[in-house]
């Protein structure tokens, strides 16, 4: 079998790309954006991004809302970058459903809708995205859009930990160093 190197997989994915395959477009923009394959080249991966967005490929939309979000190419576009993420999320792409969830909670882009944001944060965290997990447990330890419960909080948070999610380890030792010393004080 035959292991593509990247500058191979980049040239393969070009030519399928220039043919209107929404994957290959969306592939084509992630090696002009990490430069894979090819010279780095943002504006090319915007290019190739909002190809693969237009002719329907959910991982296009999600990477052209990056751009968007960051404003990597042109001018930050809050309300672009959400129009981006609702698309993709819609269609389950579950990194823009977490996104689109912060936005709301943060007034990015979007009117500030806190009961928007939890849903979208229940749906996602659910699905098992770690930082959706954390953001929810955060919002049960915060109160932010919902009532205060702290077995909710570690529950959502032990479970981003064990998924990788640095930050939710750090607050979950945060609030057992914390408990431990409330006790010690009784």
Not at 103 to 124: M, Q, S, T
Request: charged share 25%.
């Amino acid at each position: 079998m035959h292991r593509y190197t990247w500058k191979e997989a980049f040239a393969d994915a070009l030519e399928a790309a220039k043919h209107g395959k929404p994957p290959y477009q969306n592939f084509v923009g992630y090696c002009y954006d990490m430069g894979r394959g090819v010279r780095q080249d943002v504006k090319l991966a915007m290019y190739w991004y909002e190809k693969a967005a237009q002719n329907g490929s959910i991982a296009g939309m999600f990477n052209l809302a990056l751009m968007c979000e960051t404003g990597k190419v042109t001018q930050r576009n809050a309300k672009r970058a959400t129009a981006l993420y609702e698309q993709a999320a819609k269609k389950g792409h579950l990194q823009a459903q977490t996104n689109l969830a912060i936005r709301y909670l943060e007034g990015r882009g979007v009117e500030r809708n806190l009961a928007e944001g939890i849903r979208l944060l229940r749906k996602a965290a659910r699905r098992g995205d770690d930082k959706a997990q954390y953001n929810l447990g955060r919002a049960y330890l915060d109160g932010e859009g919902i009532r205060i419960n702290e077995s909710h909080a570690k529950s959502w948070l032990s479970k981003a930990a064990s998924g990788g999610h640095s930050r939710a380890r750090r607050l979950l030792k945060s609030m057992q160093r914390k408990a431990n010393r409330s006790r010690s004080n009784s």
